[in-house]
């Protein structure tokens, strides 16, 4: 399995910006989709973002387009998500996710991190 650790979550006021990051071990990172997804006390975990291998292809939670921006660096073996005009329930853990294909990363066919909290308040 491939080793994910998350980073950069925080304390951010509402309308704020947030750059998490995911550091994958091994030297196979680019053949992985990745993905974010977030989980809040008391609820189901939810997808917020997923990209292909290459970073050709993107899909998005409609909670989070036009906010949020996932992308990659192969060379760096790290997964990104920007988080701009950050809104109080964006608040959750946020767990990094690598799997087979796009479609399966979207579908929860993967492996996970640790996962970051980030918390926005109002």
């Known amino acids: 399995q491939v080793q994910l650790v998350e980073s950069g979550g925080g304390l951010v006021q509402a309308g704020g910006s947030l750059r998490l990051s995911c550091a994958a071990s091994g030297r196979t990172f680019r053949f992985y989709a990745m993905g974010w997804f977030r989980q809040a006390p008391g609820k189901a975990r939810e997808f917020v973002a997923g990209?292909?291998?290459?970073?050709?292809?993107?899909k998005y939670a409609d909670s989070v387009k036009g906010r949020f921006t996932i992308s990659r660096d192969n060379a760096k073996n790290t997964l990104y998500l920007q988080m701009n005009s950050l809104k109080p329930e964006d608040t959750a853990v946020y767990y990094c996710?690598?799997?087979?294909?796009?479609?399966?990363?979207?579908?929860?066919?993967?492996?996970w991190g640790q996962g970051t909290q980030v918390t926005v308040s109002s």
């Open positions: 990209i292909s291998q290459s970073g050709g292809s993107t």
């Open positions: 996710a690598a799997g087979d294909s796009i479609q399966r990363v979207v579908a929860g066919n993967s492996d």
